[in-house]
Nanobody
């Protein structure tokens, strides 16, 4: 079993930056990739970014590409989401997630599907005011 704990959520003004952290514990040897999602009430969970544990390959959604950066502290099972140029529409509950095996379809889109991830954190709130 893997436990994920997010931190770093806060209230900021538009144009500001935040860095979210996610620490994994437990059977972390089973983690093949990690990702960040967000969700607002009444909407589906939205994939933002993902990173493979061994090769640090990354994927981004079009909505955050160029503004958000995913990275990891290799060996320490910690993943970060650096968020710059924040907009009010970035306001959401942000989740960290982890999946097991990196399959070929991770590179062709499965990284963005919530069902691809086996483990989830509880979320951290980000609020961006105009």
């Amino acid at each position: 079993q893997v436990q994920l704990v997010e931190s770093g959520g806060d209230s900021v003004q538009a144009g500001g930056s935040l860095r979210l952290s996610c620490v994994a514990s437990g059977s972390t040897v089973h983690i093949g990739f990690m990702g960040w999602f967000r969700q607002v009430p009444g909407k589906e969970r939205e994939a933002l970014a993902s990173i493979t544990r061994v090769s640090s390959d990354t994927q981004y959604s079009d909505s955050v590409k160029g503004r958000f950066t995913i990275s990891q502290l290799y060996g320490a099972t910690t993943v970060y989401l650096q968020m710059d140029s924040l907009k009010p529409e970035d306001t959401a509950l942000y989740f960290c997630a982890a999946g097991r095996q990196v399959e070929g379809d991770w590179y062709t889109g499965s990284w963005s599907r919530a069902a691809t991830y086996r483990y989830w954190g509880q979320g951290t709130q980000v609020t961006v005011s105009s």
